[in-house]
C-alpha cells in the first residue's frame, strides 16, 4: 500500500473567516470560482494573505485582470525563505508594478454579510476587499496514517525512509504528505513541492512492485517563481538558515548580465551564493532578476548535490555563446567573487547590514558612478567621487575615520576604487556587493 | 531645433546615460535627441533622469532587446 495523501492549504482561525468570497487556492477548482468572480467584473479589490509563491501569483495575476491587489505578509518580507536582499529586490519589484504590500503586520478576521466579504481586519487597519485569497502555506495530510499508527517525522509529515518505506511493513507513503531529508544538513525537512513528490512517488511505485530497490537521499528544496517581469530562485540553505544550523557561513552578492553584454536582450540577474567558510562547499544560493534565474540555478543545485566546492564550482566547464552566456557566466563570477573575498583580495559589506551603519554613521559611503547616474538615485548619506576623479579628490576621504564603504553599479568601479584606496594606504575599505543595482532599500 | 541621434548600442553602464548626458547637455531647448541602447539597465535609468532633470521623455520603446528613448530637452 503507498499512502499518497498530499497536503492541504492551511486556513487560519480567524474571525469570519468562512465566509463567502474567501478562498484558498489549491485545485483547479479553485482557480475557476476565483477567475468566474473576475469574469463577472465582481472584484475591485483583493486581498491576499500570505506572501509566499501562491500568493505573489494570485496577486500578480490579479493585477493583470485589473484588479486592485492587496498583500500581507507577516513576516517583514515576502518569499519568507529568501534571504532580506533578495526578497525585497523582488518585492520592490511587486510594488513597482503596483502591488500594495504590507509586511509584518497581521490580518485578524473578517467582516462582511450573507452576500460575501466585504472588508479584511488587519493590525493596520481594515482593507476593503471584494476577494480574499488564503495562502498561509499546506500541511501534511496525515490522519489516515496516523490512525493506522503510522510514525510522522518531526516536520508533522509522514516519516519514511530513503526507499518511501513507513514504520510498518508494506506500507509505503509518497508525494506532499511525507518527511524529506535536506541534502546540505542530512536532517529532516519537508518540501511540499511538485518537483520532490514525483520522484519520493516513482521511488514508493517502483520499490512496492520490483525487487530493484530505488531510493532517494534527499533533496535541496530548488525553487523558482516568476513574478511579473523578473524571477526568484532557490536551491540549498539561505545564508539565514545556515548560520542556524551552525555553519560558519561566507557569501556574496553579485550582478550580471545574463548574456554577453553587447547582444540585444540580455538581461540582469542577481546571485547570492552561500558557502562554508572552512571547507568551501557550496551550501546554497539565490538568484533574482529579468534575466535567466532557472539555468544557473539549476547548475548550481547540481554542484551542491554532488558536494562541489566553490573552486570546483568556479571552473565548470559551461556552455558559452554570446546569445547564451557570458565568457565568465554569473555562476562562475560569483564563485570567483566568493574565493577572492575568502583570499582577502576584496572585503565586501551585504547591502542588508549598510542600513544600519549609515543611520549610526559608522561608515563613510563613496559612490565611484559618473555624477549623472548619481543623481538619478544614490545611497542615503553617500558621496559621489566618479572612479576618475578619485585619486585627484581621495584628500575628501577620511584616511583614518570610518569605514570607506565603496558604490557603483554592479562592483566592477567600486573594484578598482578599492585596489586604489589600498594602494593610497586606506585600511579599512569595502566594497558594497551587488552595488546600487542590488541595493534594495531607500534610495535619495 | 535640432535633432540629434546617439548609437549606444553595446555600450555597457554607464556608457549610454553619460553619453545621453553629455548630448543634452551641448543641446538647446527643445532639440529632441533620439538613443538606441543595448544595456538592460538603461530602460530605468532614462525614466528615472527624465522625471529629475523635467527633460520629456518623448517615446520609450523596447524591439529585439534595444531599448530606442527618445527626448525632448527642456
Known amino acids: 500500500m503507498i499512502i499518497a495523501t498530499g497536503a492541504t492549504l492551511f486556513v487560519p482561525p480567524l474571525e469570519n473567516v468562512d465566509l463567502k468570497n474567501i478562498f484558498t487556492l ?11 468572480m473576475v469574469d463577472m467584473g465582481q472584484v475591485k479589490k483583493a486581498v491576499v494573505v500570505g506572501g509566499g509563491f501562491i500568493g505573489l501569483e494570485v496577486a500578480e495575476n490579479l493585477k493583470h485582470r485589473g484588479v486592485d491587489v492587496t498583500l500581507f505578509e507577516l513576516v517583514p518580507h515576502i518569499l519568507p525563505p529568501f534571504d532580506e536582499e533578495i526578497a525585497l529586490y523582488a518585492q520592490n519589484h511587486m510594488k513597482e508594478k ?3 504590500i504590507i509586511t509584518g503586520e497581521k490580518v485578524t478576521g473578517f467582516e462582511g454579510d450573507s452576500e460575501g466579504v466585504k472588508r479584511v481586519i488587519t493590525s493596520v487597519g481594515n482593507f476593503e476587499a471584494d476577494i480574499v485569497i488564503l495562502s498561509i502555506g499546506v500541511r501534511p495530510n496525515v490522519s489516515l496514517a496516523k490512525s493506522a499508527g503510522i510514525e510522522l517525522g518531526v516536520t508533522g509529515a509522514i516519516k519514511v525512509n530513503k526507499f518511501m518505506e513507513t514504520n510498518i511493513k508494506d506500507i509505503y507513503a509518497a508525494g506532499d504528505c511525507v518527511e524529506n531529508v535536506n541534502l546540505v544538513t542530512g536532517k529532516a525537512a519537508w518540501y511540499p513541492m511538485g518537483s520532490t513528490s514525483n520522484k519520493t512517488g516513482r521511488i514508493a511505485g517502483q520499490n512496492c512492485v520490483s525487487d530493484l530497490k530505488d531510493s532517494l537521499d534527499g533533496v535541496l528544496g530548488t525553487t523558482i517563481v516568476k513574478l511579473f517581469d ?10 539565514r538558515d545556515a548560520i542556524k544550523e551552525g555553519f560558519e557561513v561566507e557569501t556574496v552578492l553579485v550582478p550580471m548580465d545574463d548574456r554577453a553584454h553587447y547582444y540585444p536582450g540580455h538581461k540582469n540577474i542577481i546571485t547570492k551564493l552561500i558557502a562554508d567558510k572552512k571547507t568551501h562547499r557550496v551550501l546554497g544560493a539565490q538568484i533574482v532578476g529579468e534575466g535567466v534565474t532557472d539555468k544557473p540555478i539549476d547548475t548550481i543545485a547540481t554542484a551542491i548535490t554532488f558536494g562541489a566546492d566553490l573552486e570546483g564550482l568556479s571552473k565548470l566547464d559551461l556552455a558559452y555563446a554570446p546569445p547564451f552566456s557570458t565568457a565568465m557566466s554569473s555562476t562562475l563570477v560569483a564563485a570567483n567573487v566568493l574565493l577572492n573575498k575568502e583570499n582577502q583580495k576584496v572585503k565586501g559589506i551585504n547591502p542588508s547590514k549598510l542600513p544600519e551603519k549609515i543611520v549610526s554613521k559608522e561608515a563613510n559611503v563613496v559612490d565611484v558612478r559618473e555624477e549623472v547616474e548619481f543623481f538619478i538615485s544614490a545611497i542615503p548619506e553617500s558621496v559621489n567621487i566618479p572612479i576618475n576623479e578619485l585619486e585627484s579628490r581621495c584628500g575628501e576621504i577620511d584616511k583614518d575615520g570610518k569605514t570607506v564603504i565603496l558604490v557603483c553599479k554592479v562592483g566592477r568601479r567600486a573594484y578598482t576604487a578599492y585596489k586604489k584606496l589600498k594602494g593610497l594606504g586606506y585600511k579599512d575599505v ?9 541595493y534594495p532599500y531607500e534610495m535619495k | ?46 525614466a528615472a533622469w527624465c522625471k529629475k532633470t ?10 529585439d532587446g534595444a531599448v530606442k528613448a527618445v527626448i525632448k530637452k527642456l
Open chain 1, 26 to 36: 489549491r485545485s483547479v477548482t479553485d482557480a475557476f470560482a476565483i477567475r468566474e
Open chain 1, 98 to 100: 503596483g502591488v500594495n
Open chain 1, 230 to 239: 523578473i524571477s526568484a530562485a532557490k536551491t540549498g540553505l539561505s545564508e
Open chain 1, 430 to 438: 569595502k566594497i558594497l556587493e551587488g552595488g546600487s543595482t542590488a
Open chain 2, 1 to 46: 531645433m535640432a535633432e540629434k541621434f546617439i548609437n549606444a548600442r553595446g555600450l555597457q553602464c554607464p556608457g549610454p546615460i553619460v553619453e545621453l548626458f553629455k548630448t543634452v547637455k551641448s543641446s538647446e531647448s527643445g532639440d529632441v535627441i533620439t538613443i538606441e541602447v543595448t544595456d538592460c539597465g538603461f530602460k530605468k535609468d532614462i
Open chain 2, 54 to 63: 523635467g527633460n520629456e521623455l518623448v517615446n520609450l520603446e523596447e524591439n
